[in-house]
């Protein structure tokens, strides 16, 4: 079901509840009061283009070959990435446990699946406040072109204390698959903003948004390469302020991506056995995963002749 982003109304009678309330809770993030996701999803040199939920398409399609990352996370634009808490222009409500979304090229071999929960809250630092995610992209042999699986999200916390900047414990996104030969290649990319608004003692918003930083990751692999649990973590550049003083609203947009010409890749919160991994996909995953050697492996950070 589409829904619609929580009116302020109701995230602020969530914030009258705790200031005006008085609980004695120490300071920390101390509940979801919102949370969004928008699945999009490309196939063939974009011949196909779906949307979880539905969104019209199709969107401008790309050119073959890895998608330029400069700054943000790129992929056919649009999809765009929610750049503002509130901009998500279509989305699903994960705000009561995970959400996820299968998407297929039928009758192609080519899937993705994704699943994204928001973390729970607790914690005294920006970081603190993050989303789990889980995707899946295969898009095999024969196929001919690239595919990708896009997921945009905001993620919106209610906080009773000033929290504290720093990348410190910032999740680390563990990565497994592998590429065909010729030009082909895999790749994942995240890009996760932060954003702080003032909630005053009466329980009324301020309004307006602070940018406090964001975390953006990045992440390729060549033709020819088998990757098993490599993890990525922010690249150089990401950074979170500490916000001001008081409580108030911690807001998390962003957007996380995979793809593949052809490769399957897929994105774990930690690292899993192969095994684990093709368990967890259920029939339709193995049906389509197949593991073959490759002139070089990547395990962790290390490359092995």
Do not use: C
Request: net charge negative; charged share 5%; no cysteine.
């Amino acid at each position: 079901m589409n829904i619609a982003r929580a009116p302020w109304a109701a995230m602020v009678g969530v914030a009258l509840t705790w200031f005006v309330g008085g609980a004695t809770a120490s300071g920390a993030i101390l509940s979801i009061t919102n949370a969004n996701v928008q699945n999009y999803f490309g196939a063939m040199s974009d011949t196909i283009q779906l949307g979880d939920p539905a969104v019209l398409a199709p969107w401008t399609a790309g050119a073959n070959g890895p998608y330029p990352i400069t700054g943000a996370a790129s992929v056919p634009a649009p999809p765009s990435s929610p750049l503002w808490p509130g901009t998500l222009p279509s989305s699903t409500s994960f705000t009561g446990g995970p959400y996820s979304s299968v998407l297929n090229d039928l009758p192609s071999s080519t899937l993705s699946q994704g699943t994204i929960t928001a973390n729970a809250p607790g914690g005294s630092n920006v970081v603190d406040g993050n989303v789990i995610v889980n995707m899946d992209l295969f898009n095999p042999n024969p196929s001919p072109n690239f595919a990708y699986h896009q997921m945009n999200f905001e993620v919106d916390y209610l906080a009773n204390t000033t929290l504290n900047g720093g990348i410190g414990g910032a999740p680390t996104f563990f990565l497994t698959g592998s590429t065909g030969g010729g030009a082909s290649y895999a790749q994942f990319a995240a890009h996760i903003l932060y954003f702080w608004q003032d909630i005053n003692a009466a329980g009324v918003a301020s309004g307006f948004w602070t940018p406090l930083g964001n975390l953006d990751y990045t992440m390729s692999f060549a033709p020819n390469t088998t990757f098993l649990n490599v993890p990525v973590t922010p690249n150089t550049g990401s950074s979170l302020i500490t916000t001001p003083t008081g409580g108030g609203e911690l807001a998390i947009v962003g957007e996380v991506f995979v793809a593949g010409d052809p490769a399957e890749i897929h994105v774990r919160p930690t690292p899993e056995p192969s095994s684990a991994i093709l368990l967890s996909l259920g029939a339709a995953g193995a049906g389509i995963w197949k593991w073959r050697r490759r002139t070089k492996v990547v395990k962790g950070s290390t490359i092995l002749a």
